[in-house]
């Protein structure tokens, strides 16, 4: 059994000296932490600024031709005071002057952003004694600027094999034609689980500064129960609540080879954090792995008689959508009743040209649109199993007094979606936590 681990470390775990004195300890505490992922320096207030965010705003300056000095200054400060305040006999001074001169000659702003990555490393990689290696030549985008995952394991995975320790930044690569491209934002995540995969790795470790995710949102209920072991499965239908703590695109890689995810807290190493695996034989503690939930919904109404027996029905209203530029969440239907559930921001501007698309390929005898719904997604893999989970789910809500607008359970079993009114969302959630987890 390969016993590589690939650890992460997000920004907040390096924001400054003091976070990575706490990052060395875990790394050296097991010879198996061979490879490690760094972010920016992130903020160590709350008031504070993300390296990423003043690289952005300093190149922003830069490319309209203005004075950045000053900003850029603010930048190599941050990093000066960490290699001073760690005592480390490292100088970024012709680094700065590089990226400085890049600027000025416009490299482009994902170029920009990926600096933080790249000194953060630099630094890192001295302060632990480690190679350090620029993902510029290891991780690729295709023409089209989609991550490409095979020629990036062909070279990434030997470049690894003959390598014992290692540095690496997150969040970018290269294009074909050599300039640097970013992933979205807390891309970095998925550099972890792109190295995780190359090795083979026992374990992709994300250090951040939660002990894993919740139940349920803190916001909403007050210190709610960890969840020890989740599903990549169950964690997709938790998007909400992933979102945050780990990079959405981030299980891609590791799933199809089933290399589990474990989100730790640099803060508290001690804590176990959350497992996330492909599939596990233990059982849940609770019938519920999670829930979670957004406001910010629309349900797009559309009767007409006989809706079941006309063929293509479903495929016309959603191509209406498609046409607009549209996806749709959920589409739960009835016999001559059917309903979209869209995001309300995508609809935004778009409400006449969809509804009048959708008239024009189906005739409706009646569609409107309703607004201002919340959906809550109750996710477990322990529902498979539990007889009358929908009961006693639907009784919770009604001893709430909570009018459920839409149900849709998914045919895994694995979850249970409802919409409620917006005023309605946290009466809800709590309702379902109370009844399945205290
Ligand atoms: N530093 C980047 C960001 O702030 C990427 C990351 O931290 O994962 O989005």
Same mark, same amino acid.
Not at 52 to 74: I, P, Q, R, S, V
Not at 177 to 193: A, E, H, L, Q, Y
Not at 267 to 285: F, L, Q, R, Y
Not at 298 to 307: C, H, L, P, R
């Given at each position: 059994m390969n016993q590589t681990k690939v650890v992460k470390f997000g920004g907040s775990s390096l924001a400054d000296a003091k976070q990575f004195k706490k990052v060395a300890a875990i790394v050296k505490a097991e010879a198996s932490r061979r490879f490690v992922v760094a972010?920016?320096?992130?903020?160590?207030?709350?008031?504070?600024?993300?390296?990423?965010?003043?690289? $952005?705003?300093? $190149?922003?300056?830069? &490319?309209?031709?203005?004075?950045?000095?000053?900003?850029?200054?603010?930048?190599?400060?941050?990093?000066?005071?960490?290699?001073?305040?760690?005592?480390?006999?490292?100088?970024?001074?012709?680094?700065?002057?590089?990226?400085?001169?890049?600027?000025?000659?416009?490299? =482009?702003?994902?170029?920009? &952003?990926?600096?933080?990555? $790249?000194? *953060?490393?630099?630094?890192?990689?001295? $302060?632990? =004694?480690?190679?350090?290696?620029?993902?510029?030549?290891?991780? #690729? #985008?295709?023409?089209?600027?989609?991550?490409?995952?095979?020629?990036?394991?062909?070279?990434?995975?030997?470049?690894?094999?003959?390598?014992?320790?290692?540095?690496?930044?997150?969040?970018?690569?290269?294009?074909?034609?050599?300039?640097?491209?970013?992933?979205?934002?807390?891309?970095?995540?998925?550099?972890?689980?792109?190295?995780?995969?190359?090795?083979n790795a026992s374990i992709y470790e994300n250090w951040t500064d939660v002990s894993g995710f919740l139940i349920c949102d803190p916001r909403i209920i007050d210190s709610p129960k960890p969840i020890t072991t989740i599903t990549y499965r169950e964690l997709?239908?938790?998007?909400?609540?992933?979102?945050?703590?780990?990079?959405?695109? &981030?299980?891609?890689?590791?799933?199809?080879? =089933?290399?589990?995810?474990?989100?730790?807290?640099? *803060?508290?190493?001690?804590? &176990?954090?959350?497992?996330?695996?492909?599939?596990?034989?233990?059982?849940?503690?609770?019938?519920?792995?999670?829930?979670?939930?957004?406001?910010?919904?629309?349900?797009?109404?559309?009767?007409?008689?006989?809706?079941?027996s006309e063929k293509g029905f479903g495929r016309n209203v959603l191509r209406a959508l498609e046409k607009n530029d549209v996806c749709f969440e959920h589409m739960p239907s009835g016999i001559d009743t059917m309903s979209v559930i869209v995001s309300t921001d995508s609809l935004v501007g778009k409400e006449k040209s969809v509804l009048d698309e959708i008239t024009f390929r189906v005739h409706p005898d009646k569609m409107e649109i309703e607004n201002n719904l919340a959906l809550i997604a109750v996710v477990g893999r322990g529902m498979r199993k539990a007889r009358g989970t929908a009961g006693k789910l639907f009784s919770a809500l009604a001893e709430a007094r909570v009018n459920v607008k839409m149900i849709d359970q998914g045919s895994s079993e694995l979850n249970i979606i409802i919409g409620v009114e917006e005023e309605d969302f946290e009466t809800a959630t709590k309702a379902i936590y109370d009844t399945f987890v205290k």
């Open positions: 972010s920016a320096p992130g903020k160590r207030f709350s008031e504070d600024i993300k390296i990423t965010d003043m690289l $952005y705003a300093c $190149y922003d300056k830069a &490319a309209k031709g203005h004075n950045f000095d000053k900003e850029f200054k603010a930048i190599e400060d941050r990093f000066n005071s960490i290699i001073s305040e760690l005592g480390l006999d490292l100088s970024l001074e012709s680094e700065f002057e590089n990226i400085k001169d890049a600027f000025a000659h416009r490299a =482009g702003r994902d170029f920009a &952003a990926s600096r933080g990555e $790249y000194l *953060n490393s630099m630094v890192l990689a001295n $302060y632990l =004694g480690y190679e350090f290696i620029d993902p510029a030549g290891y991780i #690729f #985008f295709d023409e089209s600027g989609v991550f490409d995952l095979e020629r990036t394991i062909s070279v990434l995975s030997p470049k690894l094999a003959e390598t014992d320790c290692a540095v690496i930044p997150g969040f970018y690569g290269a294009m074909p034609n050599d300039t640097i491209k970013t992933f979205s934002r807390g891309g970095s995540d998925v550099t972890g689980s792109i190295v995780a995969r190359a090795v997709r239908e938790l998007a909400y609540m992933g979102a945050g703590v780990l990079h959405e695109d &981030a299980i891609f890689p590791v799933r199809t080879v =089933g290399i589990p995810i474990n989100i730790r807290n640099t *803060n508290h190493p001690e804590d &176990a954090g959350t497992m996330i695996v492909s599939e596990t034989a233990e059982s849940s503690k609770y019938t519920i792995t999670g829930i979670a939930g957004k406001k910010g919904f629309s349900v797009i109404q559309i009767e007409k008689d006989m809706m079941n």
